[in-house]
Structures are given as C-alpha cells and as structure tokens.
C-alpha cells in the first residue's frame, strides 16, 4: 500500500515537472508594449530646445501663425485643406507605434543597412532616432553615406558583388537608377496603409510593382514652396502673402503684381531668385522636359501648354525681369522679397540664407495658385523616397524603420525647421493631391543649353527646344528600355 | 633711307614684342587666374567675401578658413589616407612600370603581340568603364579561378574581399596595371628601346644577368623617362577621387574635397559658426590651396629635372 502510495506521489511529481518545463520551454518575447513607446515619445528629440534656436534664443515665429488650424479659403480652385494634427497619426493610417507593435519577432537582433548620399544629420538628429529604433526593437541600423557622384555606380557594384544594401535613398524615379532595386513585395509588408505615400508610389511602379516608398507629410520631403523676406515685405508696404495665403488669395496674379510694386518702390531690377525655372512652370502643371505615364516616358516637347509655360518663365527671366537665377545672397541680403525654392531651404541645418535664419526674417507659403486654374498642382522638387535593393538581406526589417524613422512625430519640429508657419507650410503641401515632379532639368539633361535657355526671348524658346528634341528624345528611350528590363 | 629702315625694323620688332608679350601674359593670366581666385578667396573672410568693394585684395589675411578647412576635410588623416593608399601606390606603379617596360622592350616573349594589344587597350578604356567589374573582382579577389574552386571544394568562401584595403590600390600598381599603368609602360617601352643596346651588352660580357643589368645599367639611364613618369604617377594619384570613393570609406583628400557639402560643413563646425559666417566658397578654396601647395612644393623641387626630362624623351602631355 506504501509503495502503491509512493509510486503515485512520484507519478504525480514527475508530471508536474513536466508540465511545469513544457510551460516554461518556447515562450515568445512579448510583443513591443504600446505603453514603452508613449513613455518614451515625448523625450525623443525634444531635449532642452523646444521653440529655441541653437543659441537659446526664441524663435521668431509670425505674428499670424496659427498652427493646426484649417485654411480658409473662398476660392475653390485652391483645392486647401489642412487636416488636423493627430496625435499618433498625423501620416493618417496606422500609427507608427501600432506598427512597430505588430513587427514580427524573428527581425528582433537583425540588420538593415541604408545606403544615402545624406550623411544622418541632414536629417536633424537622425543618429538619435536610429539609437531609439534598435533600442525598442533590436533592429540595428547602419547608416552607410556614399558620395553622390558615384552614387548609382557604387550600388550597382555592390549589387553585383553580393554585398547589396537592403535599402537605398532615391530622389527621381529614372527607370536607369531603378536597375539595382527590387519591388516593394520583397518587404512582405502592407503599403496600402493611408500613411504612405500613394502618389510616389505610383511614380515609382512599373508594371503594377512598386520600387520606391516614403510617408505622407514625413518633413524630410522637398516641396516647392515661395520663401519671402518679412523684412522687406514690410520696408515696402506689401501684402502679407502668409495672410493673402490664408485667406485663399494668393494667386500667382498677385504674386506678379506684388513684385511689380516693389520693383516700382525700390528701384530694383528684380523681384524674386529662383534656385530653378521650373518652380513656376509646375504651377501650371508642367514639369521638365520629359514625363512618365505609369507605363512609359514620353516627351513633352509636342505639347503646346509645355511650350507656351517654358516662354512664359523665361520671359520672366529675361524679358519682364521679375526672376533672377539662384541669386541666394541677393535674397539673403535683402536685395528682393521673394525666392522660389522647396521645403529644404527651410531646414534649420540648410546652410543657405544665413543672415535671414539668424534675424528671423525667413518665412515661407505655398506657391501660388493660377488663376482660373480648377487643379492646385503642388510642385515636388524631388523625393525623399527608399528603395529595397536587389540581394537585399533583410528587406522586411526595412518598413519598420522607414515607418519609424519618416514619421514627423518622432522630430522636433521647432529645431528641425526655422519656424512653426514653415511647418504649417511643409504640411500642408505634403497634403495635396496633384504633385508634380520634374524628372530632370535642362541642365541635367544638356548643361550647355541650361544656360543657354536663360538667355532667350520668348519666341526663341521654340528653336531651342527644338534644337534639343534629340536629346530629348534619346533620354526617353533610354528611359524606356532600362523601362522593359525592369519590366 | 637707312634710318627710316632702321627705324621701321625697330618700329616693327616693338609692334612683334608687344604682341607676343601681350599674348603670353594674356594666356598666362587665364592659366593662372583659378589659382589667383583660390589663394585670395582662401584668405578672405566672410564680409569681405561678400562686400561688393572687395575684389581681389582683401582688407585683412584671415587664417580662420584654413583652420576650418583642417576641421571640415579632417586634412590630416586625408592626407595620411592619401600617402597610404595613392602616393605609395605611384612608387609601386612607377617600378613596377619600369620592370615590365624593360621586359617588353628587350625580351622576346610568346604573345607579346597580345600584351601590347592588352597594353593599347589599357590605355584606351576609360576607368570608369570597368569599374563595376573590378568592384566585383576585388570583392572576391581571386587568383585563375583556384581560390574559387578551393572554396566550392570545402564548402566556404575563402575568396578574400580586398574592397575598403590599402590593397586595392597596391595590388594593381604592384603588377603595373593600376592608374594610367599602361601608359607608363608605354612611356618607358619608348625610351628604352631609345637607349643602346651596347650598354646592356658591355654588361652581359662582364657576366651580369639580365636583373642586374637593368638595376646598375639600364636604371641610371633612365633619368629623364624616369623623372616624367614619377611625376605623372604622383600627380595623378594625388589627385584620384573617383577609384578612392569607389573602394573606400576612408576619405582622401582628393575624395574629401570632392564630396565637400554645406551640411559636412555643419557638422564638423557646427551650426552656430556656420551661421556666423563662414560660407562654402571660403571652405572649399581654402581646401583647394590646401590640396594644392603639397604638390606645388614638390615640383619647385623637381621642375628643373621636369623640364629636362620633358625636352629630352619629348614626353607631352
């Protein structure tokens, strides 16, 4: 009977042990907890500078700034809207906490290289960010900075060397610079989340596949958008054009008689630099010299909208002398109020415009409207978009960062551009419908003719395009067949 | 009559010197204006660079832009960079060079044909044509395949990647084939086929082999071809960018002036000087006479050797 006892008691003993071990063995990480991120959120970047520039001092923001608000406008070929900020979601879609929440566990302790001609403080505090991302996720981040001139031919080399990087900057969606990526499903992730930026994705597909990303309203995207000098606006009594912005009468009408005003006032021959002719030729929904469909390239020197515009904006230059080319120390001085430009200039760590940055005079709205003009086309001066590369060794690590690292919550918007009304600006161009981009300029495509194009009248832009058809021409076939191998 | 000859004779060398004098230093001016242009900018400050009144005499020498230049380019480990990986790479290639050049010259070889075709195509294909095949190369260095064959063999690669090495750079010029290698070659085919063989032969008689007779005969010969391709080797290795960003991380100072940017220039000095007034323009050109002067003070001590050996081989170019 005692032994019958004992025999049990030891069954009893040895099972529960084991049940005991098999409860213990194989359990999984717990997911990342939502609480850890929000804990920690506020401390990302934020540091000691809040609303403070470099020095401590306050930054000047414009009387009129009225952050998160919608714009009024009665003009409904403006096509404004300005959707509120949300805490969590200010991409729409998943945040980007749900997101990194749902990462599956196996990338945890894995690699992912970027490859960039930026170095990671062109992105503010970029390092920061990487060094929070592995910490909540355990994926490493290496941040590899390549010179921009050997660039393509650096990555195609690594391609072919088994040694690719898992994902890449690209700012143009050229067919030629696609050769070395590979589609977006190779990530096995989701992009069709609102918080993505469908427009660049469409720019970026062939064939239904997709080869580039980035999130809506990330504030690392470069969206043309007029720069004016307060200073000057006020010494000669102009429009506000923040304020004629706000109440949707900042047309491009306007915009050219403001600059007659203070040509008449001051004496100066000119009105506005410009850092290149297209910025006001995207306005009126046209971009260089060449376009792509979604399926082909295709020339736009036939088209006699793309003709008409391109006289326009060079009578600006030469005949009407409203733009001057570049001209950044004319603008920096206070030599004129406006400058044409794209959201970069308005970093704070952009080098350029030194003196109006350090008075706090540098303020900027979107390009104007055209009036009459049902479509608000919203110039794209180039994209801050990533590609998965071929060879790739960790592709599906690399959304979990990009939606990590692109998300404007996790930077400091007061240090990372030089005013609140800038980030107003910036957000709600990145909110528009019909983005524009220039593939390539003249200068790229032909850079004896860049100057030359700044030289002519009106009616002599014709021969000049046409004496450049065949440039044209051979660049869209070359587009077209690196187009098919893609394919 | 004799007078007014005379007198049209002088009138007329003055009208020739005149002209000549002015076309020199017209042309001289136009070589030498980036150099001018680099040397005031370089010691310009900030509001002098921008004050419309100031031209090419600044009001005052500020030393500040070279000082930042050493923080931006990181001068000194670039130029470390530079002598490890470029100027030693010139010294191997120029012997090198000179050893293969000597062979083919003198020797008679099976398939010389085909190694002076190779020759001809070395110089002829730009580097950037074969770039991504060395990448790849280098990236898995092998030797006829048996390194390759070893490893499917064994099961692991043990094909070495040579890519972000001194090795690069010091492999090719070992074995003659690196920057404008087969130039040099050419060069030295040349002068020594130029060079009696009477020399060599007095010597053979003496009983010395064919190594000896090119290091106490042939090499002391070789001055002025000798001269020209040192210096062409060196010059063109220091200014080499393109092969440095290619293979390696660590930057040069060909490379770093290259890919100089206002936002490397942020970095290394911060935003707050940067702001306060030192501008691209000032940077770079002082980066650029930084770049220079090594390569100035060298051929002050080499030009007199340069020039002879220029007019001796006839080398242009």
Redesign the interface.
Known sequence: MKNTIKSILSTFLALALIFTVAGCGGTEEPAINDDDFFADTENVLSGSNEGNDSTGNQIQGDSQTQTGSNVQSDNSSNNQTSKPSNTGSTTGGKSWIKVLSSMPKKLRGTTIEMYNWNPPNEYGNASALMEKFTKETGIKVKWTTADFNTYQTKLASRVASDDAPDFARTNRPLAYNMMSFQPLSAAKYDFTDAAWDQTLMKDYSVNGKVYATSLNNTYISSWAMMFYNKAVIDKYDLENPYQLWKKGKWTYNKFMSMCEEFKKASGKEYAAGSIQYSGIAQIFGIGGPYSYNGKKYYSMLDDSKFLKVTQDVVDLYNTDKTLLHYAVNEFDNGEMPFWIGSSIYARRMNSYFKNLKGAGTLYCVPMPSVDGQKTYYQGVDEYEAYALIKGAKNPEAVPYFLRYFLDPENYDSSSFFVNSQAVEVHKWCAEQKNKLLVFEYWDKLNPTSFDAIRDLKGNQVKSFVDSNENVINQRVKELNDALKKLS | MKAKSILKGFGGKLITNFIRYLFFISLGFILIYPFLYIVVNAFKSFSDT?DVTVNWVPKSIYLGNIVSAFKVFDVVNSFINTIVYEIISALMQFCSCMVAAYGLSRFKLKGKSIMMALLILNILVPT?MI???S??NF??MDFFGILGLISKVVGTDIRP?L?GTPLVFHLPSLLAVGLKGGLFIYIFMQFFKGLPRELEEAAWIDGAGPWKTFLRIVIPSSGAASVTVLLFSIVWHWNDY?LA??YMEDKTLA?SL??YS??????KLG??T??A?V??IQLVTAGCLIFVLPLLIFYLFMQKKFINSIATSGIVG
């Not at chain 2, 206002?262 to 970095?267: D, P, R, Y």
């Open positions: 921008y950037m770039i991504t095949p990448y790849v990236s898995r990647n890519i393109y960003q290619m490379s290259n890919s206002a936002v490397l220039a942020i970095s935003l707050d940067t702001m007034g501008s691209s």
